[in-house]
C-alpha cells in the first residue's frame, strides 16, 4: 500500500511505498509538489534496496519538508526493523540501508511510527524474540533526528503478556513521546488497550497495558489520534452485539482516565457490519470517523462518516454517521480520510460503480463540511477510473481546500505501480491538456486562487516574460511549463515538472523566457497561492538600440521585456532612472551557451537594480532580455539606456583573455563536469550549481586565480555530498563578488 504523509513543507506529499522491480521487495519514495507533479526522479528514490525483502513501510514527517520511514527487514536470518530520514531532496540522511532499530532473534515485524514532536520519531512493532508465531509481544524505539537512538538497544517492551497481539495504532503525546492502542488476546478474543511511554521510554499508564475496553465478543482494529491535548481518540471494531458496530472512547493523558462513556460511545451501531475505522481531527479539538458500512446489503459497502465533540463523544451529524456517497449498487470500500485545514473533511476510497467497463474498483473522493455536508457532490468526485484496478488510496489535504491523492494502480494488469492525483477545491481535476485560457499580450489579468491555468501565443521571436504580482496579505507563485510534453496523463501530470518556477514571498513573481532562434517557445505558466492577483505575459515590445534612450512613461503594468544585442567581451554601461511613486526594478538576462526551450526564474537575473547606473561584462554575442518589473502597481516612468565602453573595465595584462565561463563540458553529463573559464585579470572565483527554481545546491568554494585559462571539477554532488538528481541546472561563475557568466546543465543518472 502506498503511503502518503502531506510533509514536504510546500503543501505537497510523500509517498512510501514497497516494490519489487528488483526481483525482491525494496522500499521507495516519491515527493510530489502542490499539483501533484514529481520531484525525486521519474519513479521516486530508493529508501532501502538491500539483500532480502524490505516490507510493511510506514512513514511520517520529519517537520523539515523531508520524512522518517521505517520498515521490517529480511537481509539477515530473520525480520529486524530498520529505519532511515529523506531531506526534502529525497537524500538519505542517515546510515546507508537504514538505522537498525532492532536486531533481536526471530522476527521483528509491523511497525507502526509516528513523530516525536522533536523532528525525531518512535516507533512500535510486533515482536517474536521470545515467543513463537502467530504470538507476539509488543516493543517499541525512539531515533532523534540525526538518526540516533534514544532508548534501550533492541527497544523497550510495551506489553510482554503472552498472545496475539495485532492492529497497531500510535500517535505522538507531542512531548517527545507516544501514545499507542491495540488489541489482545489475553483475556478472550480481543480487547483493546493502550499505553503512554513518555521521551525517556518510561510506561506512564498501567505497566502491560490499559485496557480501553474489555468486554464481551471480539474488539479489534483500533485506530487511535491524538486528541491535541496530550491525549488520544480512540476507535474501534466491535461486535458486542453481535456484529460489528464502530465504538470509541477518548483517554486523557496522565493516567489513561477514560472521559467519554466508561465502556465507550457507539459511532454507529446500525444494521450490518461496520468495519475499518479511520479518524482526524475535526479541526476543532473533535474528532471525524469513517468507515466501510454494511448496512443496506442489496446496495452494497458504502463509506460513512461521523463528526464527535470532545467533551463527551456526542455525534455532530446524523445518528449512526452520514454517507459520503449517495446511490449506486457497488461496493465502496478502505476509506482514507485526512483533515482540510481550511474546514472540513477529506475522504477517498476504492469504488466499484463501473466494474461493467472492465474496471474492478476505481478511485473517489469527497469533501465533508464541518456540518456533514457532500461538498464535491452526492455521487462524489471521480479521481481516477483506469482500467482494471485502482485500490489502497491514501489522501492529504493540499493546504488550499483541495487533496493529493495517492493509489495503487494496476492497469497494466500484470503488475502494480503508484499514482496520484490532485483534485481541486472546486472538485475538478486540474483542467485537462486542453482548453486552457489564453493570456493576451501585456494586458495584466486580474485572478483568484487557489490555482489558475493559462497559456500564451507568441507571435514575434524575442525575449519574453510572466509574471504575477501579489497585494499584502497574499502569496501567488508561478510556474512555467513546456508545451512538448504533453499527453502522459491527467493535467497538470501532463506537463512533467516546470522548466522553471519562481517562489519570492516579498516580490512579483517571474519567469523568463528566451524565444530568440534557435531557442523553441514554451507555455503554459500556472500561478498557485493564495489570494487575489494579478498576472501578465508580455512578448517583449522590441529592440533597444545602443546609444539610445528609451522611456515609458506612466506605466503601472507588473512586466516589461526589451531585447537588446550584445557583443562578447564588450563592457556596457547601463544608465536606467525612473521617476513617481512606483517600485520600478531593472534586471537582464542571457543564455549564453545555450540552445533548446530557455526558461528561467528571477532568480537567475545577470543583475538588478532598482535605481542605479551598472556596467556589464557581456560574455557571449548575441541576444539579451532587458526586463523592468513594477513591483507594486503603482504609476510611475522610467528612462534607460545603454552605451558600449569598449573593452572590459579594468587594466588588463596583455594576455587579450576575457572573463567569462567558457564551457561545461560534458553537458549532458551523467556526473562529474568541468567548467572551463578565463578570468582578464587576476581575481576570486566562486561557482554556484543552481536548479531550476533559483535554490542553490552546490557551491565550489572561493579561490583566488590569476588571469589566464583554467577549469575547475564539479562532481555532480549537492552540498551535503549526495547525488543532485536528474534535471536541468546553472551554473553562475561569480568573480570577485560579481556575477559574470551563466550556464546552462543537463544532468541524466
Not at 511520517?60 to 526534502?88: E, F, N
Not at 487511535?224 to 471494531?237: C, E, L, M, T
Request: with cysteine.
Amino acid at each position: 500500500m502506498p503511503r502518503a504523509r502531506g510533509s514536504d513543507q510546500r503543501r505537497g506529499a510523500i509517498i512510501v511505498w514497497q516494490d519489487p522491480r528488483a526481483g525482491q521487495w525494496d522500499i521507495y519514495a516519491q515527493r510530489v509538489d502542490a499539483f501533484g507533479i514529481p520531484h525525486w526522479g521519474l519513479n521516486g528514490v530508493p529508501v532501502c534496496k538491500e539483500n532480502g525483502d524490505q516490507m510493511n513501510p510506514r512513514a511520517v514527517s520529519d517537520r523539515s519538508g523531508g520524512v522518517i520511514v521505517v520498515w521490517d527487514d529480511g537481509r539477515g536470518a530473520d525480520k529486524d526493523i530498520y529505519a532511515q530520514r529523506l531531506s526534502q531532496a529525497g537524500a538519505p540522511q542517515w546510515t546507508p540501508g537504514g538505522v537498525l532499530m532492532c536486531g533481536a532473534s526471530q522476527d521483528q515485524v509491523e511497525p507502526e511510527v509516528t513523530a516525536d514532536g522533536l523532528g525525531g520519531a518512535v516507533m512500535t512493532w510486533q515482536d517474536r524474540r521470545a515467543i513463537a508465531e502467530p504470538f507476539s509481544q509488543i516493543y517499541c524505539q525512539r531515533i532523534n533526528t540525526r538518526g540516533a537512538l534514544q532508548w534501550a538497544t533492541d527497544g523497550v517492551p510495551v506489553n510482554l503478556v503472552t498472545g496475539v497481539h495485532g492492529g497497531l495504532s500510535m500517535v505522538s503525546d507531542g512531548l517527545g513521546g507516544m501514545i499507542m492502542t491495540w488489541q489482545d488476546d489475553r483475556a478472550d478474543v480481543g480487547d483493546i488497550y493502550a499505553q503512554r511511554i513518555d521521551e525517556f521510554g518510561v510506561f506512564k499508564w498501567q505497566g502491560d497495558g490499559l485496557p480501553v475496553y474489555v468486554g464481551s465478543g471480539t474488539q479489534e482494529l483500533p485506530t487511535a489520534y491524538s486528541d491535541g491535548q496530550g491525549g488520544v481518540f480512540v476507535a474501534w471494531v466491535d461486535w458486542r452485539s453481535g456484529n460489528r458496530d464502530i465504538y470509541a472512547q477518548r483517554l486523557e493523558p496522565l493516567n489513561g482516565s477514560r472521559l467519554w462513556a466508561f465502556n465507550g460511545i457507539p459511532v454507529c451501531n446500525a444494521a450490518g457490519d461496520q468495519q475499518l475505522p479511520t479518524m482526524t481531527t475535526d479541526g476543532a479539538s473533535g474528532v471525524v470517523v469513517a468507515w466501510q458500512d454494511g448496512r443496506t446489503p442489496a446496495s452494497g459497502q458504502k463509506i460513512y462518516a461521523q463528526r464527535l465533540e470532545p467533551v463527551n463523544g456526542a455525534a455532530q451529524w446524523a445518528a449512526n454517521g452520514v454517507a459520503a456517497c449517495t446511490g449506486g449498487i457497488k461496493d465502496q470500500l478502505a476509506p482514507a480520510i485526512a483533515n482540510d485545514p481550511l474546514g472540513g473533511t477529506l475522504l477517498a476510497w476504492n469504488d466499484g460503480r463501473d466494474v461493467n467497463n472492465g474496471n474492478i474498483t476505481d478511485v473517489y473522493a469527497q469533501h465533508l463540511s464541518a456540518s456533514g455536508g457532500l461538498q464535491w457532490g452526492a455521487a462524489a468526485t471521480q479521481v481516477c477510473d483506469a482500467y482494471f484496478t485502482q485500490d489502497q488510496p491514501q489522501i492529504v489535504s493540499d493546504g488550499s481546500g483541495g487533496a493529493l491523492v495517492a493509489w495503487r494502480d494496476f492497469r497494466a494488469i500484470s503488475n502494480s505501480d503508484v499514482y496520484d492525483q490532485k483534485v481541486t477545491s472546486g472538485a475538478t481535476l486540474p483542467a485537462g491538456c486542453t482548453s486552457q485560457v489564453i493570456i493576451p499580450n501585456a494586458s495584466p489579468v486580474a485572478t483568484s486562487c487557489t490555482y489558475s491555468f493559462f497559456d500564451w501565443e507568441m507571435t514575434d521571436v524575442n525575449w519574453g516574460a510572466v509574471a504575477v504580482r501579489s497585494p499584502a496579505g497574499t502569496d501567488l507563485d508561478l510556474e512555467v511549463y513546456d508545451i512538448g510534453t504533453f499527453g502522459q496523463s491527467l493535467y497538470p501530470a501532463c506537463y512533467a515538472s516546470p522548466l522553471a518556477g519562481s517562489y519570492t514571498t516579498d516580490q512579483v513573481d517571474l519567469v523568463v523566457a528566451n524565444c530568440n532562434a534557435g531557442h523553441p517557445n514554451p507555455s503554459a505558466p500556472l500561478e498557485p497561492g493564495s489570494g487575489n492577483g494579478t498576472v501578465e505575459w508580455e512578448q517583449g515590445a522590441e529592440v533597444i538600440n545602443p546609444a539610445t534612450n528609451t522611456t515609458h512613461s506612466n506605466w503601472n503594468h507588473i512586466v516589461e521585456s526589451w531585447d537588446i544585442f550584445l557583443f562578447a567581451g564588450h563592457t556596457y554601461k547601463f544608465t536606467y532612472t525612473h521617476t513617481g511613486v512606483a517600485k520600478i526594478t531593472m534586471m537582464l538576462f542571457g543564455s549564453e551557451g545555450t540552445t533548446g526551450t530557455y526558461v528561467v526564474p528571477r532568480s537567475q537575473r545577470l543583475f538588478e537594480v532598482s535605481d542605479n547606473n551598472v556596467y556589464f561584462l557581456a560574455p557571449a554575442t548575441e541576444f539579451y532580455g532587458l526586463v523592468f518589473v513594477n513591483e507594486d502597481g503603482q504609476l510611475g516612468s522610467y528612462t534607460v539606456r545603454f552605451d558600449d565602453v569598449g573593452a572590459p573595465v579594468g587594466v588588463g595584462d596583455g594576455t587579450g583573455l576575457r572573463t567569462a565561463l567558457q564551457r561545461v563540458s560534458p553537458n549532458p553529463s551523467a556526473g562529474q563536469v568541468e567548467l572551463v573559464f578565463s578570468l582578464q585579470k587576476p581575481g576570486s572565483v566562486v561557482f554556484d550549481v543552481v536548479d531550476m527554481a533559483g535554490r542553490q545546491i552546490a557551491r565550489i568554494p572561493e579561490r583566488h586565480w590569476g588571469a589566464g585559462s583554467w577549469s575547475v571539477t564539479w562532481d555532480g554532488r549537492k552540498t551535503q555530498g549526495t547525488e543532485a538528481p536528474p534535471g536541468v541546472y546553472f551554473v553562475q561563475m561569480h568573480v570577485d563578488g560579481r556575477p559574470v557568466g551563466i550556464s546552462r546543465l543537463a544532468l541524466l543518472r
